[in-house]
Nanobody
Framework: QEELVESGGGSVQSGGSLRLSCTAS???????????MGWYRQAPGKQREPVAA???????NYSDSAQGRFTISRDNTKKTVYLQMNDLKSDDTAMYYC????????????WGRGTQVSVTS
């Protein structure tokens, strides 16, 4: 099972930007290359919600709130997925988690421990 480690969170003023990174550690770079990855977030008192996802071939999907402001990308050589977040708003304040999407007869879903993003007005 891949271990996922997020980084890049912090405190930023409204309108600012952050870039989150999620790096997978494990034996199989080939596995990472074949795996869809995603970013989720969870604000205090709220359920975890999807933010963005990227397939193994680079197709992307975004939540309505992320569309147009956030960009997900991946570098398979570094086993890393990124989330570039621009024009941040106070509603973006949350713990952000990276997810590896498992599949049947393959690896299980994996989650990182999260990185905190705080947006101040």
């Amino acid at each position: 099972q891949e271990e996922l480690v997020e980084s890049g969170g912090g405190s930023v003023q409204s309108g600012g930007s952050l870039r989150l990174s999620c790096t997978a550690s494990g034996d199989s770079g080939e596995l990472f290359r074949l795996t869809a990855m995603g970013w989720y977030r969870q604000a205090p008192g709220k359920q975890r919600e999807p933010v963005a996802a990227i397939t193994s071939v680079g197709l992307t999907n975004y939540s309505d709130s992320a569309q147009g402001r956030f960009t997900i990308s991946r570098d398979n050589t570094k086993k890393t997925v990124y989330l570039q977040m621009n024009d941040l708003k106070s509603d973006d304040t949350a713990m952000y988690y990276c997810k590896l999407y498992g599949w049947e007869n393959g690896p299980p879903d994996s989650w990182g421990r999260g990185t905190q993003v705080s947006v101040t007005s």
